[in-house]
């Protein structure tokens, strides 16, 4: 597969590329640093309304590093998807682009809300 000059001589595709790099990586850096900074071995990772009482699941450090692998997913997944769709349309690339900022940034949240739980 022959890479287009185009995509990465496109401003607006490497200013969303720029940013969604960043995100992964400033998520990532800031889960770590709170599992190192927590004292338990245990985090809550899930929310179940319909349980009731006990809708708040734990689970371990190697639960809560999957909040990293999925940014690094999005990040791939979404830079390829709109590598190909930019033969296509310029506008669904960054469109494409700009629905992973929003993924990530939910990441960020959904992460920190859960991690601060303990």
């Keep these: 597969m022959v890479l287009p000059k185009k995509y990465y001589h496109d401003h607006m595709v490497l200013l969303l590329l720029s940013i969604n790099a960043f995100l992964a990586l400033a998520g990532s850096i800031f889960i ?12 809550f990772l899930w929310f179940r ?6 809708a708040y699941k734990s689970g371990g450090v190697a639960d809560s590093l999957s909040f990293i692998v999925f940014a690094a997913l999005v990040l791939v997944t979404h830079v390829m998807l709109s590598l190909r769709a930019y033969r ?23 992460s920190n809300a859960l991690l601060v739980l303990r």
């Design 49 to 54: 309304p319909s349980l009731g009482v006990d």
């Design 32 to 43: 770590l640093l709170k599992l190192a900074t927590s004292h338990g071995n245990s985090y």
């Design 88 to 110: 296509i349309n310029r506008q669904l690339a960054i469109t494409i682009l700009s629905l992973g900022i929003l993924l990530l940034i939910l990441t960020i949240i959904v």
